[in-house]
């Protein structure tokens, strides 16, 4: 069964926030800075992962399962430190430490590493779109000068939240499909499209604010 | 088999596009709520803005009128007084007086002068009363209770109670002037028979109560007079809070409250 060319085409949509990052690396503040680390960690993932299944043809799976427990991890960092501005420095070394501990009891006895993490897919989805919901309840209770419209968090918080809230149901049922390649392509084309929406959202929060 | 794993995929698709849909409208309504607290936030500010101008305004507008009364009391006694007797003095040099007109000018002199004299008092006292300046506030609102008590019918019931220990400067006067403005306001506009007037230092806090008995105002459609603004000009600057209510024929009330900050004046 053939991938679908849109799948190509979703992933190969990281490059234009990456390439944003990498023009304006300069001149980003440290949240910016600490997205477009996040934004690198997605393109060089996503590039090894389609040279390991469409070139070497190998599971890229156990890269899936790393990617996903890495991801988790700079999106905390990114919210903790540099949207909710707090200081405590174990607090990165805790949940750090918990992703390997899920990574690892997921990988070897839950979810097979050669196999689709579904459910680690869908328990990242809900904790990162529970970062976001606090975000946006902060926002709620607060007026600041800044316009959310020139907000970087604000852009990202709103791609962070469509993405995974809608992700966690279609990646927590889609091991339903594993010996179906059809449908587990459907599932895959829709996952495409927000992925398109998650990387726009994040391209305009690295261009939202005016740069000195 | 194929079909129904087609509907389920379906449906896990339909249900997750409804997420993001939902997704979407909570974004939506965090962006509308935020505009509507930052447009309340600017209004808030704008109103605060204009109520500072309205203020400065107040403040500036009583300061022009305490200059024009000034210039009126110079000119009208003061300056009458002197071109009188610079007449007379003229009048005097041209004349060759004998013993006894100088004996008469003389004495009229003396008068003119005596009268100047009150004048220049009458002014300074308007300006800073001499015994707030060397007494303080207590004696100060003791002797303007008195001075109205002599010049109105009105029974003025006041009781002013601390202990003797002076307020700062900066303090004393604006007290003195809200209190002088609370009486002129009963007197001129209120038909007021009794005034009370009740003054206290507790807990670091200087507390005025006045009320009088006229016939008060309706607050809501009233206009604020230049003296109700400076109140509230003179209690701001003093970091204290003034509070106040009337109804049409029940009369006046007014409650300032103004903290009390260390006294550099005192010895």
């Known amino acids: 069964m053939p991938t679908p060319p849109l799948v190509y085409f979703s992933a190969a949509s990281i490059l234009v926030p990456a390439l944003l990052a990498l023009w304006q690396w300069s001149k980003l503040n440290e949240l910016e800075k600490s997205l477009a680390r996040l934004i690198f960690v997605i393109t060089v993932i996503q590039g090894v992962a389609l040279l390991l299944a469409e070139v070497l043809k190998l599971n890229n ?27 405590e420095q174990r607090a990165w070394v805790l949940v750090l430490a918990l992703s390997v501990i899920v990574f690892v009891v997921n990988g070897i006895w839950v979810e097979h590493l050669t196999r689709f993490p579904s459910y680690l897919r869908a328990l990242g989805c809900l904790l990162s779109s529970v970062l976001a919901i606090v975000f946006f309840v902060n926002k709620l209770s607060r007026v600041e000068a800044v316009p959310l419209k020139s907000d970087p968090a604000f852009w990202m918080s709103c791609g962070i939240f469509i993405y995974y809230t809608t992700n966690m149901l279609l990646f927590f049922y889609i091991r339903m499909f594993d010996d179906q390649p059809e449908l587990f392509n459907y599932i895959w084309v829709v996952h495409s499209y927000l992925n398109i929406l998650l990387y726009t959202f994040y391209a305009i929060a690295l261009v939202c604010r005016k740069k000195p | 088999m194929q079909e129904e794993a087609l509907k389920m995929a379906d449906v896990i698709v339909m249900s997750s596009l409804i997420i993001a849909g939902l997704s979407g409208l909570i974004i939506l309504f965090v962006v509308v709520h935020r505009q509507k607290i930052l447009r309340k936030e600017i209004e808030l500010k704008q109103n605060e803005a204009l109520h500072q101008k309205d203020l400065l ?26 071109s009188s007797l610079k007449l007379r003095v003229t009048h005097f040099e041209r004349q060759e007086p004998s013993k006894e007109a100088v004996g008469v000018y003389s004495s009229e002199m003396k008068q003119m002068l005596g009268d100047g004299i009150q004048s220049v008092r009458r002014i300074v006292n308007d300006l800073l009363p001499p015994v707030l300046k060397d007494f303080g506030l207590k004696e100060g609102i003791e002797e303007l209770v008195t001075n109205f008590r002599k010049a109105t019918e009105i029974q003025i019931n006041a009781s002013v109670s ?30 007021a028979r009794n005034i009370w007037l009740h003054i206290l230092v507790d807990e670091g806090k200087l507390i005025l109560e006045y009320r009088d008995d006229g016939k008060g105002f309706d607050p809501d459609t009233q206009k604020r007079n230049l003296g109700f603004r400076n109140f509230e000009s003179r209690t701001q600057a003093l970091e204290g809070t003034f509070e106040f209510s009337s109804e049409s024929g029940k009369g006046f009330r007014a409650f300032f409250e103004f903290p009390i900050k260390a006294n550099d004046n005192e010895q």
């Open chain 1, 61 to 87: 799976m156990p890269l899936y399962h790393f990617y996903l427990v890495l991801e988790f991890n700079l999106l905390f960092n990114l919210f903790y430190y540099h949207i909710f501005r707090f200081k």
């Open chain 2, 57 to 82: 305004n107040a403040a500036i507008a009583a300061q022009e009128m305490e200059q024009a009364r000034i210039a009126k009391d110079l000119h009208d006694d003061l300056g009458a007084l002197l």
């Open chain 2, 162 to 191: 601390w202990d003797d220990k002076r307020l700062p400067m900066e303090m004393e006067l604006p007290i003195y002037r809200i209190t002088q403005e609370l009486f002129n306001n009963s007197i001129k506009h209120s038909k």
